[in-house]
């Protein structure tokens, strides 16, 4: 272990260049930087995303909504380029006060109503529809239980381990260690689970499968932070079969694709506004329309 120590000063002050990676965006204290509105389309629901773990989330679950013939459920997803900083602005923190993608305006009723915070979003659209949510009781229960693990889990494999295992400015072996270890925890109780159960609620795909997937079923796929080898993540058996079956659904497939920025190009559509926009051509005239709205 490096003997390099720290000794916290009595008053803590913000050192803008300490972030690494995301020093930019990153600031102790909130509210908007700039005033711009934020973009509006013509469906009911108005997502402002990227394709995040997070933001995918909510994209799959719009996906999986229509593809179920939930009409009702068509959206437009706008793409929020966080390394340029526009969750600062002063139409996003009226949406998301919280300033991180992603934040949704439901303008399906008589007043727009925000929502903000992935799982609150996703909640909020499986009650409204009574979709991709158990009925039954101990099913339902497990499905919101599943659906918190991963809300407060979510952190230390993103903000913990991903952080200073691939974007600090430089390594240390006690955080790496430290986060290393409650990662593949983690990975571990989803392998115990899923070792009995088809999906995260028993037999019922759900919200709560949506909301994991793109974070535990992403580092199971080796796609995360270039550490699958790090942290041995073929061990995780049944992580990897249920990763696989949630991976192959069409659904899931559009939803990983929208508000993508990075990647292959013909896995990104950087706006979504209809379900031609999946077309190669339609694709490539929305990626500059959004690539133009972000200059």
């Known amino acids: 272990m490096s003997n390099d120590t720290y ?28 005033d711009k509105d934020l973009p509006v ?33 068509e959206y437009d997803a706008w793409l929020i380029n966080i390394q340029d900083g ?44 009574d979709m991709f949510i158990p009925t039954e009781p101990k099913a339902r229960a497990e499905c919101y239980s599943w659906l ?27 955080p790496i260690n430290r986060y290393a270890m409650e990662v593949k925890r983690q990975m571990d109780v989803l392998d115990r689970h899923l070792a ?9 795909y ?4 949506m909301a994991t997937c793109p974070w535990y079923g992403a580092m199971a796929r080796g796609v995360l932070y270039e550490a699958a080898e790090f942290l041995q993540v073929h061990t ?12 192959e659904r069409e659904a899931v497939k ?17 706006e979504r506004h209809n379900a031609s926009d999946f077309d190669t051509n339609t694709m490539d005239k929305l990626m500059a329309a959004a690539e133009e709205q972000q200059a």
């Open 86 to 129: 526009t969750q600062f602005s002063s139409g996003f923190v009226d949406v998301n006060p919280n300033s991180k993608i992603p934040a949704l305006l439901d303008r399906s009723g008589d007043e727009p109503i925000r929502v903000f915070e992935s799982g609150a979003i996703l909640m909020h659209l499986a009650e409204k529809f």
């Open 7 to 34: 000794t916290p000063p009595k008053v803590w002050e913000w050192d803008a260049e300490s972030g690494g990676k995301f020093a930019t965006i990153n600031r102790p204290i909130a509210g908007p930087t700039h």
């Open 41 to 73: 389309g013509d469906h009911p629901f108005q997502l402002y995303s990227l394709a995040t773990p997070n933001g995918v989330k909510v994209t799959i679950m719009f996906e999986e909504l229509l593809a179920a013939g939930v009409k009702d459920a």
């Open 196 to 204: 009995d159960n088809q999906y995260l609620a028993g037999d019922e």
């Open 148 to 174: 918190m693990w991963l809300m407060g889990s979510a952190p230390f494999l993103g903000g913990g381990f991903g952080h200073f295992y691939a974007y600090a400015p430089e390594k240390y072996e006690y």
């Open 206 to 209: 759900s919200i709560a499968d």
């Open 236 to 247: 995780y058996e049944n992580v990897k079969r249920w990763t696989t079956e949630i991976f």
């Open 254 to 270: 559009r939803g990983a694709m929208v508000n993508r920025a990075w990647g292959e190009p013909s896995g990104q559509l950087l």
